[in-house]
């Protein structure tokens, strides 16, 4: 399993957003990684784990949203935003609509999963 996709599963926001912001100096490659087909999860990436994941109810950190966000915005740079992964294969949007991940799916939709790029032709710069 990345890295990464273990501080989601344990919920771990804090250290996940340490790492985040590790990678984004030494290689933001590894937060778009997606895991070799031949692993036993299955295809991976933190975009799909994120759009899972919910934080806890009545959580006052931010540091979910902060994840999600520096997640979110490394594939889009990369263009990988519609990037299709997991053990359904589904885009992070619709993973999102699964587990009424209501705060993720609507940070994707703000920036442009579930269009084609012809779709929104404003909205596909680099940052």
């Not at 902060?66 to 990037?83: M, S």
């Not at 949007?93 to 779709?119: D, R």
Request: aromatic share 10%; hydrophobic share 40%; glycine share 8%.
């Amino acid at each position: 399993m990345p890295y990464g996709n273990k501080f989601i599963k344990q919920q771990a926001w804090t250290q996940l957003l340490n790492w985040l912001h590790e990678q984004l100096e030494n290689d933001p490659r590894a937060i778009t990684a997606v895991t070799p087909d031949k692993s036993d999860c299955g295809r991976q990436n933190l975009l799909c784990t994120m759009a899972g994941f919910r934080p806890d109810e009545g959580s006052e950190s931010t540091d979910h949203k902060e994840c999600a966000l520096i997640i979110l915005l490394e594939h889009y740079r990369q263009g990988l935003i519609n990037l299709r992964c997991g053990k359904s294969m589904a885009p992070a949007l619709l993973q999102t609509v699964a587990k009424g991940n209501i705060e993720m799916g609507t940070l994707l939709l703000q920036w442009g999963a579930g269009f084609p790029p012809w779709f929104l032709p404003g909205r596909f710069i680099w940052i």
